[in-house]
């Protein structure tokens, strides 16, 4: 089973040990209706750990992720397993606005945020 959601912002962050990824659906006055969050973080110790928060809900995403794969404004995420929090699915298709913020957070962002996982797809 598959979901899909369409977001208007790509946001890419660095906060100390951690890289963020963040697609959001706002409305016209800018609250946030929809969010999705993918951080990877690197421990002192060189531990990685991989994490995907949906609104406000949060999972381990090392044991969860397969593989990711970009392909233009679209970012497709298959799961080893149902996701829950994402309504139970196995493949999540995000899509996001076509802008030049977003394309350009993408691109400083996909690798460093999903790394091994980013399987295939152009960027």
Same mark, same amino acid.
């Not at 006055?29 to 531990?47: A, C, V």
């Given at each position: 089973?598959?979901?899909?959601?369409?977001?208007?912002?790509?946001?890419?962050?660095? *906060?100390?040990? &951690? $890289?963020?990824? #963040? +697609?959001? *659906?706002?409305?016209? /006055?800018? /609250?946030?209706?929809?969010?999705?969050?993918?951080? *990877?973080?690197?421990?002192?110790? #060189?531990?990685? $750990? #991989?994490?995907? @928060? =949906?609104?406000?809900?949060?999972?381990?995403?090392?044991?969860?992720?397969?593989? =990711? *794969?970009?392909? !233009?404004? &679209?970012?497709?995420?298959?799961?080893?397993?149902?996701? /829950?929090?994402?309504?139970? $699915? @196995?493949?999540?298709?995000?899509? +996001?606005? @076509?802008?030049?913020?977003? #394309? @350009?957070?993408?691109?400083? !962002?996909? +690798?460093?945020?999903? !790394?091994?996982?980013?399987? !295939?797809?152009? =960027?």
């Amino acid at each position: 089973m598959s979901d899909s959601h369409v977001y208007d912002t790509v946001a890419f962050d660095v *906060r100390d040990n &951690t $890289t963020m990824l #963040f +697609f959001a *659906r706002t409305t016209d /006055e800018g /609250e946030i209706q929809d969010y999705l969050l993918l951080m *990877r973080s690197i421990e002192p110790n #060189f531990d990685e $750990t #991989f994490s995907i @928060e =949906a609104n406000e809900q949060l999972i381990d995403g090392h044991e969860v992720l397969n593989d =990711a *794969r970009l392909l !233009g404004n &679209t970012l497709t995420l298959t799961f080893n397993a149902p996701v /829950e929090i994402l309504g139970n $699915t @196995e493949t999540f298709v995000l899509a +996001f606005d @076509e802008t030049e913020s977003n #394309f @350009e957070n993408i691109e400083s !962002g996909a +690798f460093r945020v999903l !790394g091994d996982y980013l399987k !295939g797809g152009t =960027a």
